[in-house]
């Protein structure tokens, strides 16, 4: 809501400056975002009438003229314009007045002062000064002729007082409860409650002058919803002339935002700004008679808008009708067939009380967004409909030259009882944590514009004012209390509770934080990227098993048409992303939610991914880097897992074919925890990089977290001293089949142990020449303790051949010589 | 045999002189001490000798022995000595090139933040709690007191799924969750992603973390003094002790009554700048007195219990403390953004 100070001070007696108005309001919830200063571009232009036109004795294109600006004299002027006559009111520059828009094709003074305007002489004539037209005062491109101000102005008045050029305006953020502060005069209320002043209201007998001449035409308002609409007032008016509104009030309308169109039109929006009530004027003769039906839309199923466009209904939208059909789509905008136009001499003005949700649905659903549906959709104040109806008829009468033709019907089907609230004080104070003296907290109350009475007990009853409809309660009672003087009056105390230990152990936090940690240690760079996803990365990516693509209704584009499945795809986006900006490796990970839609119900799941690319480990100077590729992640992973304490239960299983079709069939696994699919790793499928235009492999892996999240918080070994006897090591290699996993040989080796074999590790994997084809050697060292004495190695020996018979024969292996 | 002996010892211990080469002191001792060597050789020959000088040719014979060892290894540890000298002259490293390493890794700023305010809260007696990002209507709006076709709805256009199911634009659904099945009192913060339709830009995103914070216990026993000194001692811990905190009425359909919470400019000190609107005042959160409403949807008695609740975005304290004023940063994961973050979550912010 803009406000215009001038507006306000018609209302106002107020001394303090902008910034503390501004202050005031945005403390109070009204926050005020901007504080602009007009002011006008000319200083010494006066109102002035001109007296006589003569011909320019020199020039046939010019005028003589002789203005008279009352007061302040008479003067002769040269002016050019065609539109000058003698009777008109024009705008009047006297030498010494300074114009920064020097028009005359002159250039534009770039700020300061515009030099002062010197008697000319023209073509042989002194001019004493100019006419103006709109360019040359800075007020619009216009330049056709001089400013026509014929619409009651005193010659010798101040041209830019009289237009209000010199104005402050404060740009208000109204919230969605403050519907009554949608207005010159809301706003005007609520300071005055704020500063503690009396608010004017609107003249009475002002507002009566336009009952003069009164007709006899009534009209019938038949109101058949009255929950969406409880009351409706009209009024109709004849002997309109269409035209401009004068200048001052177009400025008005244009300092509040909006645009003027004519002197009907413009004086509903000047009511609507003023009191807050939106308005709507209809021609009377292009209604079928003087009647209005407010109703449901029912089977009507299309009406054209004064936009030209035809909308279509559906049954709960509100229409104003005329006998016949739709004229208006209720509090959202009129229609075409009943629109005021430059031939319209008699009109209806509608002033109603629309149902807030009603309006909201219809105007979302149009995409038709108005200064009167934001009101009606706030909520206006539900006894203004009349006042509203007599102060526009006013405004016509004066600008436009209507007349009444009959009396205001006002239907009033559902009418509103005031709302009294009991307030128990004490409560209040428990709310706030302050203490309000009882006289005060009724002083505040009452600044609002609500009644206080007292009631039994520490208790007041209060009726609140029918602009306040987001008052239903004692806490937004306590809000109005706390919130007219400021919320500073509130002391800061820490609660009791406070300090208290919190009752969960926050597992899951510690959790994330070891992940990061652990992944941190391993050189990868944490990121965070947006949860939607086009469709074809979900795809690509897949997602939580048997679960369903969440999908956006209204999506922003389909490249975020979806939320993501699996967090890959981000992690190569931001791979891709810094590849472009001189980054020639990448070691990254992220930790967040993937999601999907098992039927009706929404699943959620927590993840970790990690993605390495390019060199990881940088040798001494002159040896080569280590490049990222599947062994670089999985010994990252591996010492995720063993920090963690996990690692004795994680597996790596080779894929089926095409099990997991992002990845490089040969070079990817299945993440397995004690028998339990955790996740995959691998590297990214050739085909994959080559769309990705990578130069070099990219090992990818994505674990699942709530499978890990299911183990103990500290998932740990029991805790044993160090051995105090020593080991005995023994080494064998062992002849195997080429696709034989390692792992399973190792498996193989320690079952065939004793129960004192402590490790076995292996250290090297060997093929080729002297082993035939299709046959590997696998290097592995074994490591034997007893807990409680030395070994022999008489013992070891005896125990290391039983095992190497075993294994062979287990494995079809053979020992290597 | 003396005179044989003696002059083995000479001829020895001359050339043993003080810089005898590591080859020559090698060559003496085999030559006289070793297996062939002249020595052994004359314990071989003692057949020859008469039995009566037999005793005085062996004492001799072993006293040329030891004295000999004890020579060569006076000279083989001053060799040794020499020779280490000599190899550390010679085996400099350019102790300025770059060592052995592997890539470094960084926390990132929204962790660095959200953490260091999930401290806070933690060591305020906050227990944290995660609710879920995929919502319904009731969870994030009406309980919340957004009846339908309020226009405070319009105020976070949201995006919807299917399953008549939507992505929060608030983690205050949380309140909802925790409230619905737990009884006061209660000290909790929901942190999480939220969502709304807006596009992502310098200022705005489709996607950012917030966290809801409230307290609810019986009536009184918090009140709106307790929500500011919750808040001041909140925001001081985060953005510093002498950080100035106001109040300032607002509206928010959850919260009765509400307040938008500003902290001094950090930029300007409260002078006034560019980044504070000449105000000396930042936006920071909104808080307020949990709606009556609220707690009646989830079934506890307004008028038994009571409780506040803030809720901040992480991304805007974030940007704040760090001077940062474009939001796509946070999404975009440039290394050359992240790379000035430290690999340590203590004390950055
Ligand atoms: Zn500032």
Redesign the interface.
């Given at each position: 809501m803009r406000l215009p100070l001038r507006w306000l001070r018609e209302f106002l007696e107020i001394a303090a400056s902008p910034t503390e108005i501004a202050d005031r309001l945005?403390?109070?919830?009204l926050?005020v975002?901007?504080i602009e200063n007009h002011a006008p571009a000319f200083a010494g232009v006066v109102v002035a009438r001109v007296l006589t036109v003569e011909r320019h004795p020199n020039a046939d294109r010019l005028s003589l003229c002789e203005v008279d600006a009352g007061p302040i004299g008479r003067f002769r002027v040269v002016c050019g314009a065609p539109n000058v006559r003698a009777g008109m009111v024009s705008a009047y520059a006297q030498v010494g007045a300074r114009l920064k828009a020097a028009g005359h094709g002159a250039v534009e003074q770039a700020g300061g002062f515009a030099p002062q305007l010197e008697a000319a002489v023209i073509r042989g004539v002194r001019s004493e000064g100019m006419l103006c037209s709109e360019r040359e005062l800075g007020l619009s491109a216009e330049h056709a002729g001089i400013l026509d101000l014929s619409n009651g102005s005193e010659p010798g008045t101040d041209l830019a007082e009289y237009l209000q050029l010199a104005d402050t305006v404060l740009d208000v953020t109204v919230?969605?409860?403050?519907g009554d502060c949608m207005s010159i005069f809301g706003l005007a209320r609520e300071l005055a409650a704020l500063f503690g002043v009396r608010v004017r209201t609107l003249s009475r007998r002002r507002a009566a002058k336009a009952r003069d001449g009164v007709g006899h035409l009534s009209i019938a308002v038949d109101i058949r919803d009255p929950d969406l609409c409880p009351r409706y007032a009209a009024l109709a008016m004849e002997r309109v002339r269409i035209g401009p509104s004068p200048l001052w009030l177009q400025r008005r309308l244009e300092l509040c935002g909006m645009r003027a169109v004519n002197n009907v039109v413009d004086a509903t929006n000047y009511v609507m700004l003023e009191l807050g009530q939106p308005l709507h004027a209809f021609d009377l003769r292009r209604l079928a008679g003087p009647k209005i039906v407010v109703r449901r839309a029912g089977n009507d199923r299309e009406m054209v808008t004064l936009d030209g466009i035809a909308r279509t209904l559906v049954a709960d939208d509100l229409l104003i009708c005329d006998a016949e059909r739709p004229v208006a789509l209720a509090g959202v905008m009129g229609g075409q067939n009943s629109e005021v136009g430059e031939t319209t001499d008699a009109v209806l003005l509608e002033s109603a009380y629309f149902d807030?949700?009603?309006i909201?649905?219809t105007s979302?659903r149009l995409g038709l967004r108005s200064e009167a549906s934001a009101r009606f959709?706030?909520g206006i104040d539900r006894a203004v409909q009349v006042t509203a109806l007599w102060r526009v008829a006013e405004l016509i009468r004066k600008y436009a030259g209507g007349r009444l033709c009959g009396q205001v019907t006002d239907v009033d089907a559902k009418p509103a009882e005031p709302r009294t609230i009991t307030l128990d004080v004490g409560?209040m104070e428990?709310?706030?944590?302050?203490r309000v003296p009882l006289p005060e907290v009724r002083r505040r109350l009452r600044a609002i514009g609500a009644q206080v009475a007292s009631a039994p007990g520490n208790r007041l009853y209060v009726t609140v004012p029918s602009f306040r409809g987001d008052l239903s309660?004692?806490?937004?009672l306590?809000?109005e209390v706390?919130?007219l003087k400021?919320?500073?009056e509130?002391?800061?105390?820490?609660?009791?509770?406070?300090?208290?230990?919190?009752?969960?152990r926050?597992w899951?936090?510690s959790f994330r934080?070891a992940s990061?940690d652990l992944?941190?240690?391993?050189?990868?760079?944490?990121?965070?990227?947006?949860?939607?996803t086009a469709a074809a990365e979900n795809e690509r990516f897949g997602g939580l098993d048997r679960a369903a693509p969440?999908?956006?209704?209204?999506?922003?584009s389909a490249e975020?048409g979806e939320?993501r499945r699996s967090l890959l795809g981000g992690l190569l986006q931001?791979l891709r992303?810094?590849l472009n900006?001189?980054?020639s490796?990448?070691?990254?990970?992220e930790i967040g939610?993937v999601?999907g839609?098992v039927?009706?119900?929404?699943l959620?799941a927590e993840r970790l991914a990690a993605l390495t690319y390019g060199?990881?480990?940088?040798?001494?100077?002159g040896a080569p880097p280590v490049r990222a590729d599947f062994f670089t992640l999985k010994g990252i992973v591996e010492r995720y897992f063993e920090g963690l304490g996990l690692d004795a239960a994680v597996r790596f299983e080779p894929l089926t074919a095409n099990e997991v079709p992002y990845l490089h069939p040969g070079k990817a696994a299945r993440i397995v925890l004690d028998g339990r699919s955790a996740g995959v790793i691998g590297e990214l499928h050739p085909a994959e990089a080559r769309r990705l235009e990578l130069a070099y492999a990219c090992a990818l892996c994505e674990v699942d977290l709530s499978v890990l999240m299911t183990y103990e918080s500290s998932p740990r070994r029991a805790i044993e001293p160090p051995p105090r006897f020593p080991s005995v090591g023994r080494d064998l290699a062992l002849v195997v089949d080429r696709g034989l996993p390692a792992d399973q040989v190792v498996r193989a080796v320690v079952e065939a142990g004793p129960a004192w074999l402590e490790r076995v590790e292996l250290f090297d994997v060997y093929e080729g020449e002297p082993m035939a084809v299709g046959k590997k050697s696998v290097g592995l060292a074994c490591r034997y303790r007893a807990r409680d004495r030395t070994l022999t190695d008489a013992e070891v020996n005896r125990a290391h051949e039983e095992l190497i018979a075993r294994v062979t024969t287990r494995l079809g292996a053979e020992l290597r010589a | 045999m003396r005179e044989k002996l003696e002059e083995i010892r000479r001829r020895a211990l001359a050339e043993l002189a003080d810089y005898a080469s590591t080859d020559r002191i090698e060559e003496v001792r085999v030559r006289v001490l070793g297996r062939q060597g002249e020595l052994t050789a004359v314990m071989r020959g003692m057949r020859e000798v008469p039995p009566e000088q037999r005793p005085e040719i062996g004492r001799l014979v072993n006293e040329i022995k030891v004295q000999v060892e004890a020579r060569i290894e006076v000279l083989a540890a001053a060799a040794a000595r020499a020779a280490l000298e000599h190899a550390l002259t010679q085996e400099r490293v350019d102790v300025t090139?770059?060592?052995?390493?592997?890539?470094?890794?960084?926390?990132?700023p929204?962790?660095l933040a959200g953490?260091r305010i999930?401290d806070i809260l933690?060591a305020?007696?906050?227990?944290?709690?995660?609710t879920?990002?995929?919502e319904d209507d009731f969870h994030n709006f009406a309980a919340l007191n957004f009846?339908?076709?309020?226009?405070?709805r319009?105020?976070q256009d949201t995006?919807?799924?299917?399953?008549?199911?939507l992505?929060r634009t608030h983690t205050s659904n949380g309140q909802i969750r925790v409230l619905e099945r737990r009884r006061p009192?209660l000290?909790v913060v929901c942190p999480g992603?939220c969502?709304r339709?807006?596009?992502?830009t310098v200022r705005s995103?489709?996607?950012f973390s917030q966290m809801d914070v409230f307290?609810v216990?019986e009536?009184?026993?918090?009140?709106?003094?307790?929500l500011?000194?919750?808040?001041?001692?909140f925001l001081r811990a985060f953005f510093g002790p002498d950080t100035r905190v106001?109040?300032?009425?607002?509206?928010f359909?959850f919260t009765?009554?509400?307040?938008?919470v500003d902290i001094g400019c950090l930029l300007c000190g409260g002078a006034g700048c560019r980044v504070c609107?000449q105000t000396g005042w930042t936006e920071i959160l909104g808080s307020g007195?949990i709606?009556?409403n609220v707690l009646r949807a989830v079934g506890h008695d307004?008028e038994s219990y009571?409780g506040f609740a803030f809720g901040l975005g992480v991304e805007r304290m974030a940007m704040l403390k760090l001077g940062v004023d474009d939001l796509r940063l946070?999404?975009?994961?440039?290394?050359?953004f992240?790379?000035q973050f430290p690999?340590t979550?203590e004390g950055v912010l």
């Open positions: 945005t403390m109070a919830g926050e975002e901007a919230m969605p409860n403050r807030p949700v009603a909201a649905r979302r959709e706030r409560r428990g709310l706030l944590g302050v309660e004692m806490a937004d306590a809000e706390a919130r400021g919320l500073a509130v002391p800061a105390t820490l609660p009791p509770g406070a300090g208290r230990v919190a009752v969960e926050e899951q936090r934080c990061r992944m941190l240690g391993c050189g990868l760079t944490e990121v965070r990227t947006i949860s939607l969440v999908r956006l209704q209204n999506p922003l975020l939320m931001a992303f810094n900006r001189e980054a490796a990448f070691h990254a990970f939610r999601y839609l039927g009706d119900a929404a959620e060199d990881y480990v940088l040798g001494r100077i | 090139l770059p060592g052995v390493r592997s890539s470094c890794g960084r926390f990132h929204l962790t953490e999930l933690v305020m007696g906050f227990e944290i709690v995660d879920p990002d995929i009846p339908p076709g309020h226009p405070a319009d105020m995006f919807f799924v299917d399953a008549g199911l992505l009192p000290a992603n969502f339709r807006d596009e992502l995103s489709p996607m307290m216990d009536i009184g026993r918090v009140t709106m003094a307790h500011k000194g919750v808040l001041i001692e106001r109040f300032r009425a607002s509206f359909p009765e009554p509400s307040a938008e609107k007195m709606h009556p307004p009571q946070f999404f975009e994961n440039d290394h050359r992240l790379n690999a979550d």
